[in-house]
């Protein structure tokens, strides 16, 4: 993590982060501390945010974390009340939460495909909903993280396809929705990304991990930096006339269409 303070991009605002504890959106987290914000993350496992946030105040930044789940809409409101009373109205608002297992249809249970429908789709909405009495209006911004399966189908998930698909046109609904009160709204679509949960799952091997790099056209996947940098342009001020948009980046994979990267095309279970 760079030193905090170097180039502060955000420096004064606050930003509020679901899922915050790991991955892509850890990255961010570190990002945003490392242009001047403070940061709120909120997730699932306290000793994951505790770690986080511990790194972020060790680099010299402003960190809390707020247990929650994003799928009781209660325990966002308790975790962006508490935010707004430690740093005050929230600026930057990343929804960020998800949930992922490869599993066909058939081989899917009723329960699975609804928990990652209401981890990532309805927490988008619970997050948003409890947040916008807290939004710094006019001038804050959100960011809810989908996938390219929003538009491109994958087998083994039909699951993240569905809530992918759901963010982004609740999403795009909100930017309307919300831009009279100046706030913007859009969202961050990754592909492959090295070194993150989603990938491990659905590239376990070396041989389904060279498949999945043989299907993008720049030869590599993400870094989790490279999704940062896109979520930290997207908050700032560079971005002040963007809203509603699809910000894909996933080097160009989505562009060669719908793919199977667990390699059993045809099967049923």
Known sequence: MADIFRDPLLHGKVAFITGGGSGINQSIAERFATHGAKLALMGRKQDKLARAAEGIRAAGGVALGSSGDVRYYEECENALRKTHAEFGEIDILVCGAAGNFPASVLGMSANGFKAVIDIDLLGTFNTCRAAYEHLRKPGASV?????????????????????????????????????????????????PVYDTEGMRRLAPTEEARRNAMASVPLGRFASKDEIADLALFLSSDAAAYITGAISVCDGGQSLLGSRNFLGTAGATA
Do not use: M
């Open 143 to 191: 960011i809810a993280i989908s996938a390219t399966h929003a538009f491109v189908p994958i087998a083994y998930q039909a699951h993240v396809c569905a809530a992918k698909a759901g963010i982004d046109i609740f999403s795009k609904t909100l930017a309307i929705e919300w831009a009279a009160a100046g706030v913007r709204v859009n969202v961050i679509a990754p592909g």
